[in-house]
């Protein structure tokens, strides 16, 4: 029987620093509403000429994760790459990193799960190792969220919460019983798929006839976020997910060494930590110096933890998203 384990771990974020006073600068917004409401101080944006592009910044984060795992591009038999701010409509961002990485003809798959796309991919990666498919994955996590934030106080709400970044994990086959991903659970709810949004440019939004029909102030082309009804539903989400995983390994809280939640305020965290009792050392926060990352900030948060010693050889690590679709999941790791 085969388990998959995480052999290499990566992240990149532009040099670019955003502050909340930056932000201020731009729209009706101060430093003290961000930070008491999200705990964000500062985030990355990409800047304009700095090469970097969501597919760009996935092939640096991914650099880094396969030479921590000691493997050439050359092992890698898939390719998982989940955004939800891909570089092109169409083709996804896993084929752009094949090329930029010089891959062989290996099959590349994008998730659009955006904040649940790591957890997502860390499951795909999971089942396609644990049937003896594939020995080696690659999954990256990589968002450039400057490129589409409306950056007027109309979209304070959203833009003052989402950075940029990437983040990796190189997956690989183990015959090391009750060591890896012990499970995963996903979820999702399409009855709110609206409430964290962003409809176009899309099918639905034909380009010529927004341009042509609409004012300006009706162009769909910049995110929507509920974000009081998100944040109701996330701490739930949060919380049942993270048991489901528990329960399913005849775990309890007490055995967690490490929780990753999915970056989204610190405050979602912060309830989290509160509902399963667990103390600073068990949670890794890193929004406050990048803000929301989405897919990205799991894999960016995980990689952190890991450099900084957090996570240790026999460790319990949880994994947990929530976000937009609605789509939820956690991933129970033994490291
Ligand atoms: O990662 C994906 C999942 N996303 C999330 O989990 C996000 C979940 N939601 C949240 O984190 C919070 O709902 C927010 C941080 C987005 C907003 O915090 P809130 O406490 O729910 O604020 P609100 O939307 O209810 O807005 C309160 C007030 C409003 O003014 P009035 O109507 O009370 O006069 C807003 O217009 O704050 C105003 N406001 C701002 N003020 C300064 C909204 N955005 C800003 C801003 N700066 N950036």
């Known amino acids: 029987m085969y388990t998959s384990r995480i052999s290499g771990l990566g ?11 930056d932000l201020s600068k731009k729209m009706d917004t101060n430093d003290e509403w961000i930070q008491e409401r999200t705990g964000i101080q500062q985030r990355r944006h990409i800047k304009k000429g700095d090469g970097n592009s969501t597919s760009v910044m996935g092939v640096k984060a991914a650099k880094i ?3 921590r795992a000691k493997l050439t591009t050359d092992a890698i038999d898939l390719i998982i790459f989940a955004t939800l701010s891909p570089d092109m409509y169409f083709p996804g961002g896993g084929v752009q990193v094949q090329e930029m990485m010089n891959m062989r003809t290996i099959p590349a798959l994008d998730i659009r799960n955006q904040c649940s796309g790591f957890v997502y991919a860390i499951s795909v990666a999971d089942q396609f190792i644990k049937t003896g498919m594939y020995k080696n994955v690659l999954v990256i996590g990589s968002e450039n969220h400057s490129g589409g934030l409306d950056m007027t106080t109309r979209g304070r709400g959203v833009s003052v919460i989402f950075g940029d970044g990437a983040g990796a994990a190189v997956m690989t086959r183990s015959e090391r019983d009750g060591f890896g991903v012990l499970s995963t659970h996903l979820h999702s709810e399409g009855a709110h798929a609206k409430e964290l949004s962003l409809e176009g440019p899309s099918t639905a939004h034909w380009v010529p006839e927004i341009i042509a029909e609409n004012p300006q102030e009706n162009i769909p082309y910049y995110p929507y976020m509920n974000g009081q009804f998100v944040f109701k539903n996330a701490v739930v989400r949060f919380s049942e997910v993270i048991n489901e ?3 399913a390994n005849n ?3 007490a055995d967690i060494n490490m929780l990753i939640p999915h970056q989204a305020n610190l405050r979602i965290s912060q309830f989290v930590q509160k509902q399963f009792k667990l103390s600073d050392d068990q949670v890794f926060n890193n929004i406050q110096k990048y803000g929301n990352t989405t897919a990205a900030s799991i894999p960016i948060a995980l990689t952190e933890a890991w450099e900084e010693g957090k996570i240790k050889e026999g460790d319990l690590v949880v994994l947990a998203a929530f976000g937009s679709g609605f789509t939820w999941g956690s991933a129970i790791i033994k490291w």
Do not use: C, F, M, S
């Open 11 to 21: 992240y990149y974020v532009p040099e670019n620093i955003v502050t909340n006073d």
């Open 65 to 67: 994760a396969l030479e």
């Open 251 to 253: 775990l309890t809280a």
């Open 245 to 247: 995983g528990l329960q």
